[in-house]
């Protein structure tokens, strides 16, 4: 018997000190593979900064909330054991008392917590974007099965200023709009990997990297902060005095092509995009079209002039004031008599536009259209940019090459035509557009000699002193322009009522630094041309722009008195 007994006793040493010594090494990776977790270091993404370096897209470090349903005392099992189940009642009570405190924490009712934490099987987040009150008050439960980890949320100082050119993110901090999404791989980086050990009221207690997380890398762009938030402030208060469904405005290098401001308005705040409007969260500067009306006379004409067909001084007959092509009359407001050619695109005469396009071939005007970026998608790096519409030349008939010759029947992006517009400012070369800086003067695309691009611009000139857009002059710096009108396309035909007023230019005209392109959709408080309505905002625009840019005013440059109807040509 005593035999018996000290073989036992010994079987139970044997089993203990196996346990303890022998198989210690396998208790221990059981134990760590029940409270480790795995967790995913995140990457801090880039911020997008202006071309001075100035923030205006960062990620703020805040915290997250994780839940370990299993911890919880309200989804375990009942034992059967009195003593045992009896305490965790106990805990039920006190775990209730708790999470009733972490719903009023988290600004979320009591009830759905409870369903979100006793209806789940596995680790989920309960809550992001909390900030380090919340989180230090969260601590302070001292809940078992919660968990708090680092969180990162975008944040855009200049909030509605900057909305749809740099756009936002979604949640989990990935480019959703804009050119966070354009250039997300880069802006992102990429996440580590940690593994850590859970105690049992659900905090980290240990734990080692797998992998460390690579940072996002900055995107500097060609957008200067101040001129973009002059040009939305100045475009938000014209909205309002003209009564506008919307409007845009872009502002780019001549020399380099970088755009320093693109604006739309109605714009929306990407910090809080909770009821987000897609109407607002569109880039109508972008990816919407209109059609450009007298705007597009500039490249009509210098189409001629490029091939020899007219020149500046070629005086043209536009009485009686209106022209008959087949059973449609194009007419001007008033009748003009006899102009030159420049006077023509100064004064906004549709019959002479007309009359001077008539002595081309409809493939020679489509050519230049093309050439000049229209009817094709521009290569901007965003997405949603549009190629407009223009026809095939072999589908015009005489009244189609007449229509689009003055801006109808034709649509394009604010965009494309204020690059277009580049052609004029500098030597005859198309631009290439980029939202990130240059090093310096970019070489552009030949599209007209240097001869026609300087006809075309004293031309431009003589719009704002002797023509239709006296209201885009500044004090003490000569500009060059065109203003444009357009009656809005509706199902079989257009809108009696509704224009898009526009004008695009260059300041200073001697030696263009920017050009500016403008549309206003709809105004309705009175005034729809684009002399009246849109080219006030370039002069606005353009004037506080050379000041910041440091331009020195001529004194001498005063703003000369109208000498025409801003209204000639029906623009």
């Known amino acids: ?26 208790w221990q990776t059981r134990a760590e593979k029940r409270f480790e977790r795995p967790r995913e270091i995140p990457a801090n993404r880039g911020r997008v900064l202006d071309r001075h370096g100035e923030v205006i897209a960062s990620s703020v470090q805040e915290e ?15 034992t059967g054991d009195k003593k045992v189940d009896t305490q965790r009642a106990a805990k039920k009570k006190l775990e209730d008392q708790k999470l009733d405190e972490l719903a009023a924490i988290l600004e979320m009712k009591p009830s759905e917590v409870r369903a979100k934490i006793y209806g789940a099987k596995k680790f989920f987040w309960l809550a992001r974007g909390l900030n380090l009150e919340q989180a230090d008050r969260i601590r302070a439960l001292r809940l078992e099965g919660v968990e708090l980890e680092n969180d990162f949320r975008r944040y855009y100082p ?36 940690l593994r850590v050990v859970i105690d049992r009221r659900g905090s980290a207690v240990e734990g080692r990297t797998i992998a460390d997380a690579l940072h996002g890398k900055d995107l500097q762009l060609s957008l200067d902060a101040s001129i973009q938030s002059m040009v939305y402030s100045t475009l938000k208060s014209a909205v309002a005095e003209h009564r506008a469904k919307a409007a845009a405005a872009v502002v780019i290098d001549a020399q380099t092509g970088e755009v320093l401001a693109l604006v739309n308005e ?62 449609r009359t194009i007419g001007d407001s008033h009748p003009h008599g006899t102009l030159t050619v420049e006077e023509v695109l100064a004064k906004s005469s549709n019959v002479g536009t007309v009359r001077i396009t008539q002595r081309l071939q409809a493939k020679e005007l489509y050519d230049l259209y093309v050439a000049a970026g229209f009817g094709r998608v521009p290569d901007v790096g965003l997405n949603g940019a549009t190629a407009g519409r ?3 030349p072999e589908k015009w008939v005489p009244i189609d090459q007449a229509t689009i010759s003055y801006g109808h029947g034709v649509s394009v992006s604010l965009l494309q035509l204020a690059r277009a517009y580049t052609v004029f400012a500098r030597d005859g070369d198309l631009v290439p557009i980029s939202f990130v800086p240059q090093p310096g003067p970019v070489a552009g695309v030949p599209v007209i000699s240097p001869e026609t691009a300087r006809s075309v611009r004293k031309m431009l000139e003589m719009a704002t002193t002797q023509g239709t857009a006296p209201k885009a002059q500044i004090a003490g710096f000569r500009v060059a322009g065109k203003t444009g009108t357009a009656h809005k396309p509706e199902r079989g035909g257009y809108a009696k009522n509704k224009y898009v007023a526009s004008f695009v230019g260059f300041a ?39 000041r910041r840019m440091q331009m020195s005013p001529n004194p001498a440059l005063r703003i000369l008195p109208a000498v025409a109807l801003i209204g000639e040509g029906t623009e």
């Open 64 to 78: 997250q909330l994780g839940i370990v349903p299993t911890r919880f005392v309200a989804n375990l099992t009942l």
């Open 390 to 392: 223009l026809r095939q």
């Open 266 to 327: 109605p714009s929306f705040d990407p910090n809080n995009r909770t009821k987000l409007n897609p109407d607002r969260v569109r880039n109508r500067a972008v990816t919407d079209t209109f059609e450009p009306g007298s705007t597009m006379k500039s490249f009509s004409i210098a189409a001629a002039l490029e091939l020899g067909r007219v020149g500046p001084k070629t005086e043209i007959q536009t009485a009686p004031g209106k022209i008959t092509i087949g059973n």
């Open 1 to 26: 018997m005593l035999f018996l007994l000290m073989a036992g006793f010994c079987i139970v040493i044997v089993r203990a000190f196996t346990l303890q010594l022998v198989n210690a090494d396998q």
């Open 508 to 546: 200073p005209a001697d030696q263009p630094r920017f050009v500016i392109a403008v549309m206003v959709d709809e105004p309705s408080a009175g005034k729809h041309y684009g002399g009246e309505v849109a080219a006030p905002i370039f002069s606005q625009i353009a004037n506080d722009a050379l």
């Open 158 to 193: 200049y909030g509605e200023a900057f909305a749809h050119i740099v756009g936002f993110t979604n949640a989990h901090e990935q480019g959703a709009e804009g050119l966070e999404a354009t250039h997300d791989q880069a802006l992102r980086g990429t996440s580590g990997q």
